[in-house]
Each structure stands twice: as structure tokens, then as C-alpha cells.
């Protein structure tokens, strides 16, 4: 699945032609290549949509809780997320944000391992966490700057507003809601689109925009509507 987007930067000029992305092949000739780890935060999202498959990245963010994208589990008449040791949990969908592209899962056994929030500044070197073949994959990458994007929600809405970072990084299909990390290991960001042009950008949405659904979450969550299917 592929839906295209178009996102304005606030402090510059220029549109960005994004779409809808996968996991993170190269960042950069000075960069090395990924490497496979073992982080238990990372975990792969399963779902049926419409009939249709449907697949990305979630990272625990607390005890039995994932953050993945909106247009993941948009439409999605079951969840499963799945840990590098091949076991599969069932979730269900506590908070989606078509606006900031993020959605919430809960299930119980769905791991302890979660990470902290942080945050990005230009030219800081991050790692990308996602999984391939099953496994977590780490890969380096480079922040380009954090930008403020208005544009289009995931149904093409105009209106959307999200804090963002744009990465420099190749990206496939297949990994949506790869955790973007610090050097600390803190999560700053959950990749969600690409640029059109072919010049190795990709784009995350900030943590800070985690941290607010977070916020917004109840003390004893309950399974919200989802959406369409895209």
C-alpha cells in the first residue's frame, strides 16, 4: 500500500512530496550499513485491513503499550504484534491520531522493555530500529533538522500539523513505524514517510507528538475506532 502526501515546512519554502514508508536500506556513503540486534522494545505490527494485509514496526513505549503509524492499523479488523523470538500477542487499538499519523496498541504479554522519549537537534546522528526478516535491524542515520509540517491527515485532509524530523536515510516499504533513537537509546522520533524526490530524505514524527498521546491516554485504556482502510 502506498498513499501519497504532500507536507510544507514552516521554516522554509520548499513543499515535500512524501509517501508512506518501509524499513531504513542506507543513510548516507559515510554512514555503514545496519546491523541486527536484539532489542526487545521493537516489535513487528500484523493486521488484516479490508481484507487486505497490513504490516509495519511498533515500539514499546511502556509495560504492555506500542506506539506504531495511524496508517498501519487504519481499517484493521485484528492486531498481532510479534517480538524477535517469534512469539505473536494480540492488541487492540487504545488511541489513532490520522492528524499525526500514531496510533497507540495495548495488549497484555506485549512486553516490559520500553524505552524513554527524548528529543533531536540538526546534524545529530540517531539509529533507526526496525525489523527485517523477523529480527530487529539497527541502522544509522542523520537529522536533517526538526521542521513544524502542515499538509495533508493520512485520508488527505488538509489541515494536519506535526512536529517532524527529517532525516537523511533511504527508505523501503515495509517498515512503517520504525523507531528513530538517540545515542542515548531514547526514542526521538517513529518514521513515517519518505521524499518523492529520490534525494534520501525520510521523515519521523517527533516523539514530543508521542508524548502528547500519551498524555492523553487514560489510566485504564479501552479499544478506539480506527478508521477506514486506506
Not at 524499513?23 to 545496519?34: H, K, Q
Not at 513544524?148 to 494536519?160: F, N
Amino acid at each position: 500500500m502506498r498513499l501519497w502526501r504532500r507536507w510544507r515546512p514552516l521554516t522554509a519554502g520548499a513543499v515535500v512530496a512524501s509517501a508512506l514508508i518501509g524499513s531504513i536500506a542506507s543513510c548516507g556513503d559515510d554512514l555503514p550499513d545496519g546491523e541486527q540486534t536484539s532489542d526487545p522494545a521493537v516489535v513487528a505490527v500484523e493486521g488484516v485491513a479490508c481484507a487486505h494485509e497490513t504490516m509495519g514496526v511498533g515500539i514499546v513505549v511502556a509495560p504492555g503499550l506500542v506506539v506504531t503509524n495511524a496508517h498501519v492499523v487504519a481499517g484493521a479488523e485484528e492486531l498481532n504484534t510479534r517480538s524477535g523470538d517469534g512469539g505473536g500477542t494480540p492488541v487492540q487499538v487504545v488511541a489513532f491520531d490520522p492528524i499525526t499519523d500514531l496510533a497507540l496498541l495495548a495488549g497484555v504479554g506485549v512486553g516490559e522493555a520500553s524505552v524513554r522519549l527524548g528529543s533531536a537537534r540538526a546534524a545529530d546522528l540517531v539509529r533507526v530500529d526496525t525489523i527485517v526478516d523477523g529480527a530487529p535491524v539497527s541502522s544509522p542515520a542523520r537529522v536533517v533538522r526538526p521542521i513544524v509540517a502542515v499538509g495533508e491527515d493520512i485520508y488527505r485532509r488538509d489541515g494536519a500539523r506535526r512536529r517532524v524530523l527529517e532525516l537523511d536515510a533511504e527508505v523501503v516499504e515495509g517498515d512503517s513505524g520504525a523507531g528513530v533513537f538517540d545515542s542515548g537509546g531514547a526514542l526521538v522520533g517513529v518514521l513515517f514517510a519518505r521524499s518523492s524526490s529520490g534525494q534520501g530524505r525520510a521523515y519521523a514524527v517527533a516523539a514530543s507528538e508521542v508524548e502528547a498521546l500519551l498524555a492523553g491516554l487514560g489510566p485504564d485504556p479501552t479499544p478506539v475506532e480506527v478508521g477506514p482502510c486506506l
